[in-house]
């Protein structure tokens, strides 16, 4: 890792410890605050931690939009937890075969990039 590019990941890790520390639950309830910022820190450590090893430029360069995405979006709708994609599971597919297969390959490159790590680590 460059050290320029050691720099952007501390700032976005720094960026998101702020946020959840001004965080306020779009509902004004105490306890869904201070819920959410839990959430923010314990989604931030567990993914930094899962990905400290990563040495691929490209792979950390995703990372990084990754994580810039997930801020953006929750900061605009005042909301920590990564937004679905709204596709019904397999609706549009058969149970079994070659169908199936092309779908679930549509489904993996339509996924938005904040929604990548999401999966692996809930």
Not at 48 to 62: M, S
Not at 106 to 114: A, D, E
């Amino acid at each position: 890792m460059t050290p320029v590019t050691r720099q952007e990941v501390l700032g976005l890790y720094r960026k998101i410890f702020r946020i959840a520390k001004k965080w306020q639950s779009a509902s004004g309830q105490i306890e869904e605050t201070i819920k959410e910022k839990e959430y923010i820190k314990n989604e931030a450590k567990t993914l930094f931690r899962k990905n400290k090893n990563v040495t691929d430029p490209k792979l950390i360069k995703q990372c990084i939009e990754e994580c810039e995405a997930r801020i953006e979006i929750g900061l605009h709708y005042n909301i920590p937890y990564p937004r679905p994609i709204h596709l019904p599971p397999m609706g549009l597919a058969h149970k079994q075969g070659r169908t199936l297969r092309h779908q679930e390959k549509l489904r993996k490159i339509s996924k938005p990039i904040y929604l990548k790590s999401h999966d692996e680590v809930s």
